[in-house]
């Protein structure tokens, strides 16, 4: 689960269950995709993804998954190895990228998945998480599972929670994420950060010595009249003589209410002349204004996918999470996570400040789609990649939805008023100047909270975007500064855009850290533009700008 901002101390319980991201995040209705058409208002560039219907998706999967052992061996894994096809990408000039997780001996791997990539008629390379070959003496562990779910429990508890019962034993896996590969134990503490945010703390413990090897929260944190974007149009459902807030021109996106709850699935929002909201912010539990923002967010997101980059949902499987507002009393974040599919708002201080903001909602829904592809773990420089592309993705959906509102920036969270100052969550093109973000690489970059360690690549975008110095863009005053104290001329937003959307999805992998998402976005910029062309040396440019060569 990936909250929008950092937060604190955890009430904890152990479990299993694998959960992903919170932010601190007039739709148009969609037809049915086909197999080989490219995004509304993309251009036609061979490197490009193409929109692949729910039922093309499928079967392309399947021809992959049927050929799987073949191209184990291909690529040289050994014979206790086996390749599970997690998502497929097709692009215009017939490019295949096929990403794969990873088992050893029935075991997964974490830290062993992989992207093929076989153009038509041409030679087939492989991206890889690690390079390091998988290989461990035995999948027996000397370490009993009680002994891992104690340890994980006690490392929640280090980091202020409180411990509560466990849920169910530690499953077995090979961690090959850092360093030489061993059998691990994975456990999941659940229950609720101090803060009243979902906790899934990932622990690993090595089975062989019970020596904690590493860990990371899992957990994202993130017609009505709206509070924050004016009045909308909502895609809705009427069953009978009541409206529900139920979108089927969307994959079937629901909104419900927890009403102060923070668990189950909440209340379906009806209503019964299909108005929504009084684009005013209320204490009541039953308030239909912060479920008018977060269905539109969520169906501006889905629009902005689709007509941008060609995905049909988050799981680019034509179907939709589900949003739930109102949760807890006075919680002053947003998240998402993978274990529900699904994005919950808090209400904010005094419960009239509610998260649901359309770049808020954007970012949340952008952990999950980094989840099912790039997958990139949620520590270190990759947990600040991850971050990064929740913002750089919730950006460009304010931007998409043009609503005059709620005018798309540069600028993170600016309408919710986190900081109670009116000021911003974050600022992409100084990162700095929230008094926390890093506005350029360095060496311990990793040790930083990752909402923070984003800033580089935030501020990348921005200079990749709209280059270097002061401008203004839609009445918004910016002035970007490079680290070497070089110009950099933007390429604009959409080419920006596109080259990030195909790094993540083709190129970046769950352990890409800095050095590798340069890597990655040059290989986009290549296989869009081409390796000679000025977007190409404008990406070059940037993450020099940037400190990162």
């Excluded at 977060?294 to 996918?305: E, L, P, R, V």
């Excluded at 049909?312 to 599919?341: L, P, T």
């Excluded at 863009?473 to 070497?484: A, E, H, I, R």
């Excluded at 869009?528 to 070059?540: D, F, I």
């Amino acid at each position: 689960m990936t909250p929008l901002y950092a937060r604190r101390r955890t009430a904890l319980a152990a479990a299993t269950a694998v959960v992903a991201g919170a932010l601190l995040t007039t739709g148009l209705a969609t037809g049915t995709a086909t197999a080989g058409s490219a995004p509304a208002g993309t251009p036609a560039l061979g490197g490009a993804p193409v929109l692949l219907s729910a039922a093309a998706r499928t079967s392309l999967i399947q021809e992959q998954q049927a050929t799987a052992a073949d191209t184990a061996e291909a690529i040289g894994l050994g014979a206790r190895e086996k390749l599970i096809v997690k998502d497929v990408v097709r692009d215009v000039d017939g490019t295949v990228h096929t990403r794969y997780e990873r088992t050893y001996a029935g075991l997964p791997v974490l830290g062993g998945d992989l992207v093929v990539h076989q153009p038509e008629g041409g030679a087939r390379t492989v991206t890889k998480a690690v390079r390091t070959a998988v290989a461990v003496p035995s999948v027996t562990p000397k370490v009993g599972a009680a002994k891992a779910e104690a340890q994980a429990l006690a490392a929640a508890g280090k980091a202020g929670a409180e411990r509560t019962e466990a849920g169910s034993a530690p499953r077995r896996v090979i961690w090959a994420a850092e360093g030489t590969p061993v059998l691990a134990y994975e456990t999941v503490v659940g229950g609720l950060q101090e803060d009243g945010t979902p906790n899934e703390l990932h622990v690993i413990t090595d089975a062989t010595t019970g020596e904690k090897l590493h860990e990371w929260q899992a957990v994202h944190t993130g017609t009505g009249r709206s509070l924050y974007s004016g009045s909308v149009t909502l895609g809705t459902y009427k069953s009978g003589s009541t409206y529900q807030l139920y979108d089927t021109a969307r994959g079937g996106h629901k909104t419900y209410n927890l009403a102060r709850s923070t668990s189950g699935t909440g209340t379906l929002f009806t209503d019964a002349d299909d108005t929504w909201g009084t684009g005013t912010a209320s204490s009541s539990s039953s308030d239909q204004t912060a479920a008018v923002d977060a269905a539109y967010g969520a169906q501006i997101t889905w629009d902005f996918y689709k007509n941008t980059f060609g995905r049909n949902g988050i799981r680019n499987d034509g179907k939709a999470a589900y949003s739930r507002v109102h949760y807890g009393s006075n919680y002053v974040n947003a998240f998402w996570q993978d274990s529900c599919f699904c994005m919950t708002y808090g209400d904010g201080t005094g419960n009239v400040n509610p998260l649901t903001s359309l770049d808020v909602a954007g970012h949340e829904m952008s952990h999950g789609v980094t989840s099912v592809t790039a997958g990139l773990r949620y520590s270190g420089e990759s947990g600040g990649l991850n971050e990064a592309t929740s913002d750089i993705f919730g950006t460009g959906a304010e931007f998409y939805a043009a609503n005059s509102a709620d005018a798309g920036d540069y600028l993170i969270g600016e309408k919710i008023d986190i900081n109670g100052d009116g000021s911003p969550l974050r600022y992409m093109d100084k990162p700095s100047k929230d008094g926390a973000s890093r506005d350029y690489w360095s060496s311990n970059l990793g040790s930083v909270d990752v909402h923070y360690s984003s800033g580089p690549a935030n501020h990348f975008f921005f200079l990749l975007s709209e280059g270097s110095g002061a401008r203004t863009v839609n009445g918004v005053s910016y002035n970007s500064p490079t680290y070497d104290g070089s110009t950099v001329t933007g390429i604009g937003r959409a080419k920006a855009l596109q080259i990030w959307y195909k790094a993540l999805t083709t190129y970046f992998t769950s352990t890409t850290n800095y050095k590798a998402a340069r890597t990655g976005t040059l290989s986009a910029a290549s296989a869009l533009y081409g390796s000679g062309s000025a977007e190409y040396k404008a990406v070059e440019a940037a993450w020099k700008a940037v400190n990162v060569s």
